[in-house]
Each structure stands twice: as C-alpha cells, then as structure tokens.
C-alpha cells in the first residue's frame, strides 16, 4: 500500500513539473496581417473617336469620251475620245466619327474634300479636219487640237474599316479600307481651238461649255500609323488611295444649244487620286496603347486580410 502511494505521488510530481515546460514553449505571436495583391487594372479599349485631317493630292491623269454636235449637217455628229484630262496637285481636308470595336479592330465615316484646277486636251474630230473652212483638206496628221480649262470640286462621303496590325511602343501601323460616294461638280470650261496649219482667214473657235455635277461611286486603301500622343488623342500619318468612277463633265456650248443640242457633251472616265495626309484623332473609350504605369493602389484597414499565425514550437 505504501509503495503504491508513493509512486502516484511522483508520477503526480513528475507530470506537474513538465506540464509547465510544455506549456511554455508553445509561443502565440502577434497577429499578421497581409495585404492582397493589387488587382489588374481594367482597361477599356473600346469607344467613339473624332478624326481631322489634311492631305495633299498629286496630280491625276484621266480621259473620257465627248460627243460632237455637227450643226450644219444634222445627224452627222459622232462620239470621240477624249484625249487628256488631268486635276492639278490639291490640298485635300477630311473630317469623321468613328468608333473602336477593340485592340485590332474600328470603323469611321468620313467626309473628305478638295479643289483643283482641271486641265483637258483633245485632238480635233474628222469632221473639223475635212471642213473647208479650216483648210486642213482631210489630213488625219494635220495639227488641231481643243485646250480646255475648268475647276473640280469634290467631295467623297465613305465608310471605313482598319485593322491596327500591331503596337510597337507607342506607333501602331494599320491597314484599311473604304467604300461610299463622290459627288463631282466642275465649273464652267473655257475651251480653245489650237489650229496652227490652219488657214489665216480662219478664226481660231473659242467658248464655254456649261459645268456639270454627279453623284458617283468611290473606294479607298489606306495605309500608315498612328502615334500615341496622350491615352486618348493620337496622331495619324499615312497613304490613301481612292478610285472615283465616270462621269458627267460638260455641256454643249451656246452655239449648240441654239441649234438644238442639249445633255451632256463630255463624260470623264473617273480619276485615280494618291493622297498623303495627317491628322488628329481623339478616342473618347481610352486605349491600351501607349500608356504609362498604373499609379499603385492605395489600401485602407478595410482592405487587408486577417491571416492566423501558425504557432511556433520550441
């Protein structure tokens, strides 16, 4: 009995003296608190956008077909080409709207214009070179010619699409397209009869031939690059390329229509106009292109996460 009391009285001494020690070592710390990651910025790349632009034509070349109106032989007449038609180098202004799709992808309208001096020459019909009057006696090879002058205004109306093709630093190169309406409207033409194998009693002919409007079709290539100025506003350098079709030039002049004629005398074949140009374009929707650092983020109590420490055992 007495050997039994004293070993529960040291096993009682014993685990009294290593609860305290155990307890010891497990050693709470303070709590941590961890601040979250900073989110990844949203960064909206789509929107409206305003585009300005100027540019400058170079010369185009074109030709067309005119009718002669053979007013002392009715019925006489005949359709002839026109030799030479040519709009002089023009400065060109453009303005739109369009919107952003996304990265890679917008479309605009744009309404362009210009004005340019047009400069025609052709060669005398048949019917000039056999009359009498002018004494070239029929040779096909005889020295007559018509030189006209007259100014063209034109406006093209179009709907584009572009592809931003990719962005190296703060310049994005694109390509794109268009497709829409020209309206062609010439001033009156002054033409001039050039007959130096003429006869001298001949008066060379001189008049004016009403000018004539129309409504055609129109398309466009465009190539160049954009430069990130700001988030939103950019700037635009590049190529267009637009195809005008045929159409109305002028009328008959005064003395033809006092014998009857009436409509249109001269058709123009449509015009190739190269044009480099720059401008500004404003994107209200912001852009991923050629922004700067995100400011870092500022975090309140709210914002920062609990985490339980693991203990620590020694």
């Known amino acids: 009995m007495k050997t039994l009391l004293l070993t529960t009285v040291a096993a009682i001494g014993a685990w009294s003296a290593f609860a305290p020690a155990a307890m010891a070592a497990d050693i709470i710390e303070e709590p941590v608190y961890v601040t979250p990651p900073a989110p990844v910025p949203v960064v909206q790349t789509s929107g409206w956008y305003l585009r300005g632009d100027i540019g400058y034509n170079f010369k185009s070349k074109s030709d067309g077909h005119w009718d002669f109106y053979n007013i002392f032989y009715p019925g006489v007449d ?9 709009l002089k180098n023009s400065a060109n202004f453009g303005a739109g709207v369009g919107y952003r799709v996304n990265d890679y992808f917008r479309l605009d309208a744009t309404a362009d214009y210009f004005r340019a001096n047009a400069e025609g020459r052709t060669e005398c019909p048949y019917q000039i070179k056999n009359d009498p009057n002018h004494g070239l006696g029929g040779d096909p090879d005889a020295v007559c010619n018509y030189d006209d002058t007259s100014k063209a205004s034109i406006w093209t109306i179009m709907a584009n699409a572009y592809v931003d093709v990719g962005t190296y630093g703060r ?9 829409g309406a020209a309206h062609v409207s010439y001033s009156d033409s002054s033409t001039t009869e050039n007959c130096p194998e003429c ?3 001949w008066v060379p002919y001189e008049g004016t031939h009403p000018g004539l409007s ?8 465009m190539a160049g690059a954009s430069v ?18 045929g159409g109305k030039a002028f009328g008959y002049d005064s003395e033809d229509t006092a014998y009857g004629a009436s ?25 991923s292109f050629g922004k700067g ?18 203990p620590i055992y020694k």
């Open 228 to 245: 990130d100025i700001t988030e939103q506003l950019k700037i635009d350098a590049g190529y267009k390329y637009t195809r005008i079709s």
């Open 199 to 201: 006869v001298p009693t």
């Open 293 to 310: 650092k995100e400011p870092a983020p500022l975090y309140t109590a709210q914002d920062t996460v609990y985490a339980e420490p693991a």
């Open 171 to 179: 310049i994005t190169p694109y390509i794109g397209a268009g497709i």
């Open 263 to 287: 409509g249109t005398q001269m058709e123009d074949n449509g015009f190739n106009i190269h044009t480099v140009r720059a401008g500004l374009r404003y994107e209200f929707g912001g852009s």
């Open 214 to 221: 129309s409504w055609r079709f129109a398309s466009s290539l």
């Open 78 to 86: 005949d359709s002839h080409r026109y030799d030479e038609l040519n």
